[in-house]
């Protein structure tokens, strides 16, 4: 059973009535972010119930030494952890000198949390009863700026129902805070400076080892019935903390109100003897749009974003609400401003997996982004790879590979490798793959040829001289294998032979090639540059083609399918249907060892690069690949239901589609997986868009244009969404009786649907 919570609304999460148990799944579910940095859902006041406290800010990590039983040769010395960071949100609340703590409170009513998607604020209200005696209502509303990214707000309302109270609010800077998944209980943080002026104060620390440095400031005033009082504030300074305590006598009836601005300035962006002073510009700059010029911008500011990114569904409101949520939580998680940043799986929302990028950033996430935003984002998540380039050859030279083969870290804040499960570091090398994808994928997309000239083909040429030196020629099969890997089915490690990695392998070795020709032909200058920073020999290409032609695929004559590898049909294969529902999930009942005896694949690894290059197979050979690996994947990674959604619609299997993309959708919302308390699953919820703009909308690029093959749910009445497609937005509308197409774009462009070409005219809708 999945949890159910959460009130269906098209544009707002919703949670009504008090719940101990549901405390830290909400505050994953309630997150904020602005790119820059994110917080969970923490209560600002007391609160002395089960609780995981969360404040991150972009790009800042620290290297956690790896704990491993036993240590390899190539192992990571760390594995890089996002850390929590100094906590700005903090406000003590007392009435009559009883801190408010709905964790001891005798009644709670009234209690609701909302998290307004299109407008980008959480609220959250209710009404108590102290065990003092004492009534109050609360309201408290808060963002993260979208405009002015280093700060963010808090509005804290008390109003005293029945007599007259003393009300105090002591807002506080804390730097002394820990993160969940310490390894060895590090301290993380060092504080140099508390200090306090007038009704701001600020903590500056830096993050021990990699030494950045940060000023975490606040910024306080107070109102009563709407008019500011001026009032000075008793002042507390402790070792990793600083406190502003005001006291207010509150009548019955009134409400008293603590405007708290905070946030963060880093040396990433700043000289480090200037962060206090920077802080200063930023709260002037907060406090002169005051509470309702901020909440204005953040208005306008997700409009803006709303207008190019939103997918509508008509008659499913849960489905509608879902898609907003992963839209609105992959925005929160980035928007492409600064290229030294990426996607982590878990985002701003928890500190499972470090915080750091994986490849599901290439596999998942820019799409999302190219689609719905500028190129230039999507081109910047490119630039990431590239700025790493050297460490990727750093990490391949760790594992016995030379003369610039570049293996891509699984894991990384900074480029290098920094995951420390063997079966992962060593042998999940297809993550190689997925970034030379990437790169394919974005100048299909786009026709911006340029990144490969100017970055793109070193990356590439990095790539397919690791799969040069990785595949190995087997006398007996006459024909080239790849040994010891693991796939993206992680149920299985160590195998021979995964399709999936000689497959995307031997298409990078091809890409690589290819892209030498075109650059040395139509960019000469770049090219020189690059053949003599990459010691390019003139014979290279051709003899990555000769692995790539005789690279060897499992395949079984008897089942006309490509094995998953080498003894895939060796396994005892009971289908999923027929697993005793108490075993599921088997990552949580059933021992390692027999996962890895078990056909159960984890999420799509055949089928993935049937998605990654649908259109080099037939649609009899994806239906009967689909029709044999999908009765054995358990799906228990998140990645795993977008991509045979995608794969379903496009073998018209319509239902099993839509229950695909429930899966995904809903995955945090509904709780799926029993572990939303950790973090939202950020990559995986651009596996929902594609679901539903690749998926029932059928979108491909084919012959370099833009083609669709729309299909719809039976439950739903219709949906429309936008892409950005090289400079020309296109709205796309699908309903049960036709397709509609709008095009914003100072000329026609052509189009293909079904098949057939149709021509758009802009500002013109056509119907079809």
């Known amino acids: 059973m999945h949890q159910d919570y959460i009130l269906a609304d098209p544009w707002r999460i919703i949670e009504e009535g008090f719940d101990r148990d549901h405390v830290k799944s909400s505050e994953s579910l309630f997150s904020l972010g602005n790119g820059a940095m994110g917080q969970r859902a923490n209560f600002e006041e007391t609160y002395t119930g089960p609780s995981f406290q969360g404040s991150y800010i972009g790009g800042v990590y620290y290297p956690d030494k790896t704990r491993v039983g036993w240590w390899k040769n190539g192992y990571p010395e760390y594995f890089a952890k996002v850390l929590n960071a100094p906590n700005w949100i903090g406000i003590d609340v007392s009435i009559d000198g009883e801190l408010l703590d709905l964790n001891t409170c005798t009644i709670v009513d009234n209690f609701r949390r909302e998290l307004n998607m299109y407008e980008g604020w959480y609220s959250r209200s209710f009404k108590a009863t102290l065990s003092n005696g004492k009534r109050i209502a609360i309201e408290v509303c808060r963002f993260l700026s979208i405009d002015q990214d280093e700060v963010g707000v808090i509005n804290f309302e008390v109003t005293a129902l029945e007599e007259e109270m003393e009300i105090v609010f002591t807002p506080y800077l804390d730097s002394g805070i820990t993160n969940e998944d310490s390894n060895w209980d590090d301290k993380f943080w060092e504080t140099t400076r508390l200090h306090s002026e007038k009704n701001r104060a600020f903590i500056e620390a830096f993050t021990m080892k990699t030494e950045f440095h940060t000023c975490t400031f606040m910024a306080n005033s107070v109102w009563v019935n709407g008019n500011k009082e001026d009032q000075n504030p008793s002042i507390s300074e402790e070792a990793l903390k600083v406190s502003h305590a005001y006291s207010i006598k509150a009548e019955a009836g009134s409400k008293v109100s603590l405007l708290k601005f905070g946030g963060y300035v880093t040396d990433r962006n700043h000289q480090k003897s200037e962060l206090t002073s920077i802080a200063h510009q930023s709260i002037d700059k907060a406090e002169a749009l005051g509470w309702d010029g901020m909440l204005k911008h953040q208005q306008n500011a997700w409009k803006d974003i709303w207008d190019m990114s939103d997918i509508t569904i008509e008659g499913d409101l849960k489905a509608q609400q879902a898609i907003r949520y992963n839209i609105f939580q992959l925005n929160q998680t980035y928007l492409g401003t600064d290229s030294r940043l990426n996607i982590g799986p878990k985002g701003f929302t928890g500190e499972k997996y470090g915080g750091s990028t994986y490849w599901d950033t290439e596999a998942y996430c820019i799409p999302f982004y190219m689609a719905t935003k500028d190129k230039h984002v999507a081109r910047n998540l490119l630039q990431y790879r ?25 894991v990384t804040m900074n480029g290098e490798e920094c995951h420390n499960e063997w079966e992962i570091t060593f042998e999940e090398i297809h993550r190689n793959g997925a970034i030379a994808f990437a790169i394919f ?6 026709a911006d040829y340029s990144y490969i000239p100017e970055m793109g083909l070193e990356v590439l040429i990095g790539i397919a001289r690791f799969w040069f030196q990785r595949a190995s020629y087997s006398e007996l099969k006459e024909k080239y294998v790849i040994l010891g890997v693991t796939g993206p089915n992680e149920y299985e490690n160590n195998v021979n032979n995964n399709w999936y990695t000689n497959y995307i392998a031997q298409w990078c070795l091809r890409y690589a090639a290819e892209q030498i020709e075109k650059v040395r032909e139509g960019y000469p200058v770049d090219f020189s540059r690059i053949q003599g920073q990459a010691k390019l020999s003139s014979n290279e290409s051709a003899q990555w083609l000769k692995v790539a032609d005789q ?11 490509f094995l998953q590898q080498d003894s895939f049909l060796d396994k005892e294969l009971i289908q999923v249907s027929d697993l005793d529902p108490a075993d599921r999930p088997i990552n949580q009942k059933w021992s390692w ?36 690996y999908e009765p054995f ?16 619609s496009r073998l018209g299997k319509i239902e099993m589609a839509y229950q695909f993309y429930l899966r995904t ?17 950020i990559t995986s919820m651009a596996g929902t868009w594609m679901s539903i703009v690749e998926g029932f909308g059928g979108m491909r690029i084919r012959d370099d244009k833009l083609c669709f093959a729309p299909g719809i749910p ?55």
């Open 551 to 561: 690279m060897y695929f499992p395949y079984s004559n008897e089942k006309e399918i």
């Open 714 to 768: 039976k439950e739903w009445k219709g949906y429309s969404f936008k892409v950005n497609f090289r400079d020309r937005i296109i709205k796309v509308t699908v309903t049960h009786e036709h397709t509609a197409f709008e095009l914003d774009a100072r000329e026609e462009m052509t189009i293909r649907l079904n098949g057939e070409r149709v021509v758009l005219k802009p500002k013109e809708v056509v119907q079809i």
């Open 593 to 628: 060892d027999r996962i890895l005896r078990s056909p159960y694949i984890k999420q799509a690894d055949v089928l993935q690069g049937m998605y990654f290059f649908e259109d080099q197979f037939s649609e009899e050979v994806l239906r009967k690949h689909f029709d044999f």
């Open 441 to 446: 994928n974005y100048v299909r997309y786009t």
């Open 633 to 648: 994947t358990v799906h228990e990674s998140s990645l795993s239901p977008c991509v045979h959604s995608i794969l379903a």
């Open 665 to 681: 959708s809903r995955l945090d919302l509904d709780d799926y997986n029993k572990e939303v308390e950790e973090g939202l699953h």
């Open 386 to 410: 590239y700025n790493h380039l050297e460490k990727a050859i750093e990490n391949a030279q760790l594992l016995g590979f030379s003369k610039g083969a570049a293996l891509y870290p699984m």
